[in-house]
């Protein structure tokens, strides 16, 4: 069965979604129809990608019943009043992570999900790399023995993109991609919520003279410390001010497994020191983040949620966001970064 697919905005993510989607079979994935605030941009996003149908507003696109899924790819500060929108007008959900931005929201985002009975998930993609699942097995056979200690780190510098560290714009590591290390320990951990989390960090201060200057705040970078039951441990690192060598690695009792590089979209994994590539496939257009074609593995999890009349998917779970958004919102309270929409 072919999944009807509404690309909500026009920007760099959702270039690079619409690419992953058409790697896919086209009797599986289309995409159908494309909205932007501006209907020139949605034009030219559509020309590009051979989209038929435009809307010049984002409730334009609410209201199209051809479409059986909106991939909501703007930025943070919008995910809980589009994803509203849209499931309000009982469309089914692909949401750009961070899935809003507090626990506040996502609770918000997942009871309107409910209410709507719609499918609503948020877009870690990395959970359904083909890499990320052979972890999942090689855990569950418990080929590295009892877990002792899981570290991840994604360190960019991005310092200079606006939506990376401007506070209006839901700027900051954590959000921005310190969420990619704290899903993978979760998704080792298996949803596991931890005894206890520290967090220390540095900050920037951006945004307007008018707010005080704690207010301004948004991390540039931070370390976390997790501890879970039974002596189980882990270690996330995240920075937009450098480049980090971005692993990930599990250590167990009989062994180790190792994402060497990119370990948000790995496509090589080293198991007891025997490595194994993933490639993802070739883009058909230059895209704008690396191996955004594996972004493809998410869309056809959303497709077979939909088949089997899902309203959300077991491997990304609305838990699994909420306990995301929760350990979030501790860390950020920890090292003292404050949203406007915290106080909402
Ligand atoms: N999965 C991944 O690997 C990945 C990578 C990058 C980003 N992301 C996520 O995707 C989201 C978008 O990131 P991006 O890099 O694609 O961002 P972007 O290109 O800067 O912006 C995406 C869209 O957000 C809207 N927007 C941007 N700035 C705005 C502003 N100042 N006011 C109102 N709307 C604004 C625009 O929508 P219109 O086109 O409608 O004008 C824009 O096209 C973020 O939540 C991010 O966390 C995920």
Sequence with gaps: ????????SAGKISHDFTV??????????????VAARDRKRAQDFAQKHSIPRVHGSYEDLAKDPE???????????????????????????????PLAMNLKEVQELIGTAKK??????????????????????????????ELKMVRAEFGVPIMHVMRSSQKELGGGALLDIGIYCLQFVLM???GEKPECVQATGVCLDTGSELITLQNQRVDEGMIITLKFSGHRMAVCTCTIAAEL?????????????????????????????VETQYPV????????????????????????????????????????????????????????????????
């Design 1 to 8: 069965m072919v999944i009807r697919w509404g690309i909500c």
């Design 20 to 33: 992953a989607l058409k790697s896919l079979p086209p009797e599986h994935h289309q995409v159908v129809a």
């Design 67 to 97: 479409i059986d899924v909106v991939y909501v790819g703007s930025i943070h500060p919008h995910h809980l009043p589009l994803g509203i929108l849209f499931m309000n007008a009982k469309k089914n959900i692909l949401c750009e992570k």
């Design 116 to 145: 709507n009975d719609v499918f609503l998930m948020e877009a870690v993609w990395t959970r359904f790399f083909p890499v990320s699942m052979e972890i999942s097995r090689l855990l569950s056979q418990n080929e590295v023995g």
């Design 188 to 190: 080792v951990y298996n």
């Design 245 to 273: 060598p971005n692993e990930a690695i599990i250590v167990g009792s009989k062994g180790t497994i190792k994402i060497p590089a990119h370990m948000w979209c790995p496509t090589s994994l080293i198991v007891n020191g």
């Design 281 to 344: 496939p070739e883009p058909y257009l230059p895209l704008n983040f690396i191996n955004s074609t594996g972004m493809r593995y998410e869309a056809e999890e959303v497709r077979q949620c939909l088949l089997k009349g899902l309203k959300e998917s077991s491997r990304m779970s609305h838990a699994d966001s909420a306990l995301l958004a929760e350990i979030m919102d501790e860390c950020r309270r920890q090292v003292g970064v404050v949203y406007s929409q915290d106080s909402h």
